[in-house]
């Protein structure tokens, strides 16, 4: 091999490289999603795609790391947050078509995979004994300080007076999603998450859960905005995430409804 | 002289990165070698030349064309200058044969008839046959030949070699300098040799500049260098081992002599006016001026002199050997001489022996005495 | 199999190496033949992305060309559309981040080069390009390669800063790596596990043929 093979050989690993380029799917507008919403949304999209014949892409985070982004400028035409305050502040900034809809209420379960020490108590009073007697070494939740379902569940662990002692013995997630991973992959002994995730198939099949009583923290009062710059597609899934059909699916995941309009 | 047109002249001086202190000129089809040991600059001076490097001063000019003029800041490319140069390490294009490596060297590699031009070289170099071969698949010789191939086919103003021998290995060097010496007939540009050899410079060099420490002591014709250097720096770096201090009594027109006080006697030496009677001188005599004389034997001509010494340690160099001798005087002075080992084993020398030396007088060469940074000399012993 | 986050890193790595080819020629060039006052600083900042956390190179890029910024307010008028979150400032991040894949192999490769070939080149009058065309990339060339085939791997795992200057976007900016992310997170481990494996034996290869065309031997030599 010399040079001159070198060069042809050059030439043909670029025009492999670029041609490669599979259509991507650009024009289906992006909709930021909170991570709770993970599988309850993605059959709603799969639906909404089947009776309109038009695709949104779903991109999920901590409602909290979604706005920052937003501000910051990505292009999201529309967010699904698990915190309405997120909205509010959208809005107040200019960010948003309107304020946005109210259109779901969350909840927050226990989670603890099979063959974990801790058992389901929505009570938290074994939790608090294993905190004890040493069964618990790390528990997951999602990071308080973005994420709105860590937040209720360091409120609801206040609320049982145990956040001083677990603390410690906490595994932070990104997400609630990443903390509902964290806790059935076996590193940790179990975690609070969101109720909708415990619920979706492929996590209740790993453990078992229980719901924790909402008045033990704020409410998780889920607000849905139009970004500036929404199309028709976007405005169209706005639409339908209000419809019987939609609201179906939230319900079948835990999530309480408001009001039908 | 060098034609005030034609040839290469060069006036070059720097302080950094190396002092420079040059004066050189070398005419068409006239072979300049530049010898001086190492870190003598005089690899620098012939990159100076070449344009690959920008001394901080000085002028440098071919043919009447001005390559650099540190005054106007002209400074023409290497490329425009159009020198062929020869490396000491050949220098070749590993990746390209020995036809291409020549190839390069014309303004027109890829043109009609070069190939057809690039071959007459190789076979002027005696390289015919093995054009296609690639650098690593030739000798060092043969290597070296391209490399010289290659800066002919340019065409050049001017030839310069740095070193070009040191590489090879003796027998191959001397096959090289018989090839240099039948070329150089054929070549009717300035062509400047660098080197440390001075028997090299001796063998090829019409001409001869000695340098130390960036410095053009003397230029001259190798012969004229050697047996009358300018200073005593000259003497010690052509290699002159008998240097020594005395001090001029008087000169005789009549009889072509000088006479020189040395070590307590008077040396007849060969007329030299330059310097006034009285005045301290240093001298110097080649080992060829030493000659040995068995003891009891009668004097010869107006300019030997006869000295008497006790035989220092021998060293056998090859079929010739060093002998150092005592000389029996005012002061202790080592005079060196080399004979051929026959001749050492007839004389039956030995360490301790004594002997009569004859000086000729017509070899002993003047010079201004060595006041430099070994200390004012003030004996006479040796300072070679 | 995630086929568009696997195009868009590949076409993310390809843009990167094509970019980076003559960029990387002309600086390990001259840093390997210039001497001049500061070069040392030059060689260090370089240098800097191999050692620099991605996250920092991602804060930095941020705050440099994020939407406030002027250059992302300049960037926008001029395209239409922001930097960050975007393809394009992906193609920033990830050249400033392979510099020095880019550079080094390459200046290296250059410096191999015995002074005295290239001082006899210029002897011969080559221009400086019939040099570079005729002399250097001929001798450098498996060096030029090298760095390509890392770049090429590098870009293809960069994560960090992807995240921090793509946001994740799907079809624009989210790359294969964080696909995988993604699915993980999503407990899909048989989606991750064949990105990964894909990615794993893409990296391989890349490294595979790079130590085969500068390992002594592997290819002819031409010292």
């Known amino acids: 091999m010399d040079f001159s093979d070198f060069l042809r050989g050059c030439a043909l690993a670029a025009s492999l490289a670029l041609g490669f380029a599979a259509p991507a799917r650009a024009d289906a507008p992006v909709i930021a999603c909170a991570a709770d919403l993970k599988f309850a949304l993605e059959e709603i999209a799969a639906a909404f795609r089947e009776d309109t014949g038009c695709e949104v892409n779903l991109v999920l985070g901590s409602s909290g790391n979604l706005y920052r982004q937003i501000v910051q400028g990505a292009p999201f035409r529309m967010f699904l947050s698990a915190d309405e305050r997120f909205v509010s502040d959208l809005a107040d900034a200019g960010k948003t078509v309107d304020r946005g809809d109210l259109y779901a209420v969350g909840r927050i379960a226990i989670l603890v995979p099979h063959g974990s020490p801790l058992k389901a108590d929505g009570r938290l009073s074994d939790l608090a004994a294993a905190l004890a007697d040493g069964r618990l070494r790390k528990f997951a939740i999602a990071n308080p300080e973005h994420a709105p379902y860590g937040k209720r569940a360091e409120e609801a662990l206040r609320h049982a007076g145990l956040w001083e002692k677990i603390k410690g013995k906490l595994v932070l997630g990104e997400n609630v999603s990443q903390a509902a991973q964290f806790a059935v992959s076996g590193g940790t002994q179990g975690g609070m998450i969101a109720y909708s995730l415990a619920l979706a198939p492929p996590v209740a099949r790993l453990g078992r859960y229980a719901l924790i009583p909402d008045s033990w923290h704020a409410p998780l009062r889920q607000r849905m905005v139009l970004l500036k710059g929404a199309d028709e597609t976007t405005r169209a899934f706005y639409r339908y995430m209000q419809q019987p059909a939609a609201r179906a699916v939230m319900k079948r995941y835990g999530f309480v409804l408001p009001a039908e309009r | ?384 | 199999m995630d086929w568009t986050a696997l195009s868009l890193s590949l076409q993310l790595a390809s843009a990167t190496m094509l970019v980076l080819l003559p960029i990387g020629v002309w600086a390990g060039r001259k840093l390997a033949w210039s001497r001049f006052r500061g070069k040392a600083l030059v060689e260090a900042l370089l240098a800097l992305p191999l050692v620099l956390p991605p996250t920092v190179l991602g804060f930095y890029l941020l705050v440099a060309m994020g939407g406030a910024t002027p250059l992302g307010r300049w960037y926008e008028s001029l395209f239409g559309h922001q930097l960050t979150f975007s393809f394009q400032g992906l193609l920033v991040a990830s050249l400033i981040f392979n510099l020095p894949f880019a550079v080094q192999p390459m200046q290296r490769a250059f410096e191999a080069i015995a002074p005295e070939v290239r001082e006899a080149a210029l002897c011969c009058g080559m221009s400086r390009l019939r040099l570079l065309r005729r002399v250097e990339l001929p001798l450098a060339w498996p060096g030029v390669l090298s760095a390509m085939v890392l770049v090429f791997a590098h870009t293809l795992g960069e994560f960090g800063v992807v995240l921090m200057v793509g946001g994740g976007i799907p079809g624009k900016t989210r790359t294969i790596a964080i696909a995988i992310y993604d699915r993980v997170q999503a407990f899909d481990t048989a989606g991750a596990g064949i990105m990964s494996a894909t990615l794993l034996l893409i990296s391989m290869l890349a490294i595979g043929l790079s130590y085969l065309v500068t390992a002594p031997g592997g290819f002819r030599r031409h010292d």
């Open chain 2, 1 to 384: 002289m060098t034609d005030p047109v034609t040839g290469l002249r060069a006036t070059i001086r720097q302080v950094v990165p190396i002092p420079l202190d040059a004066d050189l000129s070398c005419g068409p089809g006239e072979v300049l070698a530049l010898v001086g040991p190492s870190g003598s600059g005089k690899s620098t001076l012939l990159r100076c030349i070449a344009g690959l490097h920008t001394p901080m001063e000085g002028r440098i000019e071919c043919d009447g064309r001005t390559w650099f003029d540190a005054g106007s800041g002209a400074n023409l490319s290497t490329a425009r200058r159009r020198i062929g140069m020869v490396f000491q390490h050949y220098a070749l294009f590993p990746h390209l044969s020995a036809l291409e490596n020549v190839l390069e060297g014309m303004d027109d590699p890829d043109g009609a008839g070069s190939r057809e031009r690039g071959r007459e070289l190789l076979r002027k170099v005696h390289l015919d046959g093995l054009e296609m071969r690639k650098p690593h698949q030739l000798s060092g010789g043969q290597q070296q030949r391209v490399a010289v191939a290659r800066a002919l086919a340019r065409e050049p103003h001017a030839l310069l070699l740095d070193e070009p021998f040191s590489a090879v290995d003796r027998s191959t060097r001397e096959k090289l300098y018989g090839e240099l010496a039948e070329l150089r007939r054929e070549l009717k540009m300035p062509v400047i040799l660098v080197t440390h050899d001075l028997e090299e410079a001796v063998m090829l060099a019409d001409r001869v500049s000695i340098l130390s420490r960036g410095k053009t002591l003397q230029t001259g014709p190798p012969l004229q260098v050697m047996e009358r250097p300018a200073t005593v720096e000259v003497a010690r770096l052509v290699g002159l081992r008998n240097v020594f201090e005395g001090r001029v009594l008087s000169h005789h027109r009549d009889r072509g002599t000088t006479v020189v006080e040395w070590n307590g006697r008077r040396l007849d030496v060969r007329l030299q006016e330059g310097f006034p009677a009285g005045a301290r001188v240093a001298w110097s005599l080649p080992a060829s001026g030493v000659l040995l004389m068995p003891r009891d034997r009668n004097a010869g001509g107006i300019l030997d002199n006869i000295v008497e010494g006790t035989v220092g340690k021998m060293v056998t160099l090859g079929n010739r050997v060093r002998v150092p001798v005592r000389v029996h005087g005012a002061t202790e002075a080592l005079l060196t001489t080399t004979v051929p080992r026959h001749l050492a084993e007839s004389y039956a020398l030995a360490e301790g022996k004594t002997l009569s030396l004859r000086l000729r007088g017509g070899q002993i060469h003047l010079m201004p005495p060595d006041d430099g940074p070994h200390g004012p000399a003030g004996d006479s012993r040796s300072i070679a």
